[in-house]
């Protein structure tokens, strides 16, 4: 069975742009591929390395919204990347041959230096985080990472680092692919170009309805029409633009009816909301069934177990291509 690995930074609830990105692929795919989710808290620390004692309650929202999207933990192992001592000795090897240069070049790394104002003063850890994140990846060969468009660029840090390993010692990994969602970027509840914690305007799984509710009312959507029966311009509408993503089935409907005025901005957002309590009753209702004292705990404790396992099998493989297996 090929390999899924793909995973989330602990730092706060998922929100829709995760669901649509990469959760949405991942609860599609993991009865035809053996799954691996990391819960990256030491790739977290790479940005908020001075407030750890958030660690352990984002750990939990994030394994809890994995479980609660339907991820199934009999079939799915979802481990913490501190507790795979594999992928801390796998960072240290694949840094010895990947440049400094590649990672400052890497898109991903300049736009996120720039939103943390790292520019002048990156730290060692930041900047080789799509080295820590190659060894996720890698630590269990796995083939296919589904992840939203931002995060494309250090996928292909990976692949590069396979491809460069094997040419250098011996074929241990296969070069892992990148998979897009349907919709690779959500935007904002803002209409800003994406959905995420720091700009704040996010839906976030774990919304209760009635906040789900306030925030698609007060949405931005067509400045231009200021009557209900206005013709609207779909194409530019943060609305429209989640009809797309979460109502496929009705979206063209929808969208002549703007253009046409004949269905107002409330009753476009009011439909939104329906489509959204449709999706997210379930995943509540899954949530409370694993929110029960233990469960988190163990489900991540098998994980963590699994997935040092297969870190253990592949330290093997690779030592012994790196010639570091001396007494074996
Ligand atoms: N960098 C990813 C993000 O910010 C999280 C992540 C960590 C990840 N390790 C991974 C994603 C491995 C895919 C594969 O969303």
Redesign the pocket.
């Known amino acids: 069975m090929k390999r899924i690995?793909?995973?989330?930074?602990p730092?706060g609830p998922l929100h829709l742009g995760?669901y649509v990105g990469?959760l949405e692929n991942r609860v599609r795919l993991q009865h035809e591929y053996d799954t691996f989710i990391?819960i990256?808290d030491v790739?977290t620390l790479s940005t908020n390395f001075d407030h750890p004692e958030h660690l352990p309650e984002d750990v939990r929202h994030v394994a809890l919204d994995n479980l609660s999207v339907g991820l199934d933990p009999d079939r799915v192992n979802i481990f913490l990347?501190s507790m795979v001592p594999q992928i801390a000795e796998l960072t240290v090897f694949f840094s010895m041959f990947i440049t400094v240069n590649r990672l400052r070049h890497n898109p991903?790394i300049k736009t996120e230096a720039k939103q943390h104002g790292f520019e002048e003063n990156m730290t060692y850890g930041f900047l080789g985080?799509p080295v820590?994140?190659a060894a996720?990846?890698l630590f269990c060969r796995?083939d296919v990472?589904?992840?939203?468009e931002?995060?494309l660029p250090?996928?292909e840090v990976?692949r590069f680092i396979a491809r460069r390993f094997n040419e250098l010692y011996e074929r241990v990994f296969p070069e892992p692919e990148g998979l897009e969602g349907e919709i690779p970027r959500l935007v904002g509840l803002d209409g800003k170009t994406k959905m995420s914690k720091s700009l704040g305007n996010c839906i976030y799984l774990s919304d209760k309805s009635e906040d789900i509710r306030k925030k698609l009312m007060s949405a931005v959507t067509d400045p231009a029409r200021i009557h209900k029966d206005d013709p609207g311009h779909p194409e530019i509408c943060t609305i429209f633009s989640y009809h797309k993503a979460f109502n496929s089935i009705e979206s063209k409907d929808i969208e002549e009816r703007c253009r046409a005025g004949t269905i107002g901005c409330v009753g476009c957002k009011k439909r939104m909301f329906e489509v959204l309590e449709a999706l997210l009753e379930p995943v509540r209702e899954r949530r409370i069934r694993f929110e029960k004292p233990g469960m988190v705990k163990e489900i991540l404790l098998s994980g963590t177990e699994a997935a040092r396992i297969e870190g253990g099998k592949t330290v093997d493989l690779v030592r012994k291509a790196m010639h570091i297996n001396y007494f074996d």
């Open positions: 690995l793909t995973g989330d930074r730092t995760h990469s990391v990256a790739q990347q991903t985080y820590s994140q996720d990846i796995a990472v589904p992840v939203g931002d995060q250090v996928v990976s």
